[in-house]
């Protein structure tokens, strides 16, 4: 009996399909067995990535900050902790400063990760975060986030006591300076007042005062000045609120006299209404040129 070439083609692929499945379950089982626990990271250090771009600084940083995100995801979703991604975030901002995203992210991919990351990460983050705000000294929303890592977030699992209460109120403070700055976020004014309260809870009494009466004096919330004026009778006292009311009434009553049909902010820039021929002089008394002269004017009235 003599086989066709189909014949001799099927038998071979008969013997191969039983091959396959005896072979299957012992090689299955040994892919499982294998995990990947290091990262290889191929990338140098920062300064000679800097080098190696050849002058194309930002161009490397963008395809750099692509592929970090890329593999970021990638390990969530096999589970895997991402050991240097701070490495990348680093060299990505030394190639490109003012790269304004990876100062903005840093602290989630950094610490938002499959596994637990340790405290030297969590340091690394807020080194990354602080230099994005020496980058950017007037972004609202990088300040708003940055002290809210280190006011809420990174600091929860801090190890150190002490640091975490040295964490918070830096945190706090620099929620402070967002809430100084201009930005679209309207949710700003409520978490000033939440900035305050953390501000009293470190230590930090008279910089939440100041703080509080510095929001009364700017804001024009109804609802966000009778929390602040909440948070300043529980915190300093009936004597503190009576006397942040009476500045802003006299305020107002300058304002209501002097140029009553302009904004509050263009009447802060113009300053106070003066007689200039009391200010005329290096030597003038009784002048107030500015509102903080006019403050302290006041109080000088009241004592």
Known sequence: ????????????????????????????????????????????????????????????????????????????????????????????????????????????????????????????????????????????ELWNSTGQFLAYVGVRWLASSAEQEAWRREGAK????????????????????????????????DAARRFVERLLAVSDDEEVRQLALGYLQVVQGTTALAE???RTAAFNEAWRQDLRFISKDLLLILGPSFDPARCAGSLAEGCAATWLEWSERQDRRER
């Open 1 to 140: 009996m003599r086989w066709s070439s189909g014949g001799w083609a099927l038998a071979w692929l008969g013997l191969g399909a039983v091959g396959v499945a005896l072979a299957r379950p012992a090689l299955v089982a040994r892919h499982a067995a294998v995990q990947e626990r290091d990262d290889v990271v191929a990338l140098p250090g920062p300064e000679r990535t800097v080098v190696l771009s050849l002058g194309y600084r930002a161009a490397l940083a963008d395809v750099l900050y692509a592929s970090t995100l890329v593999q970021s995801g990638l390990r969530l979703q096999e589970r895997r902790g991402f050991e240097h991604v701070a490495d990348y975030l680093e060299t990505i901002v030394t190639l490109d400063p003012s790269y304004r995203a990876p100062y903005r992210y840093a602290d989630t991919l950094i610490t938002f990760q499959a596994k637990p990351v340790s405290d030297e990460q969590r340091r690394r983050a807020r080194a990354l975060l602080l230099r994005g705000l020496e980058q950017f000294p007037y972004d609202q």
């Open 174 to 205: 620099i929620l402070a300076r967002a809430c100084e700055l201009v930005g679209s976020n309207e949710n700003i004014p409520y978490h000033c007042v939440s900035a305050a309260r953390l501000l009293s809870d470190v230590g930090e009494a």
């Open 244 to 246: 942040s009311e009476r």
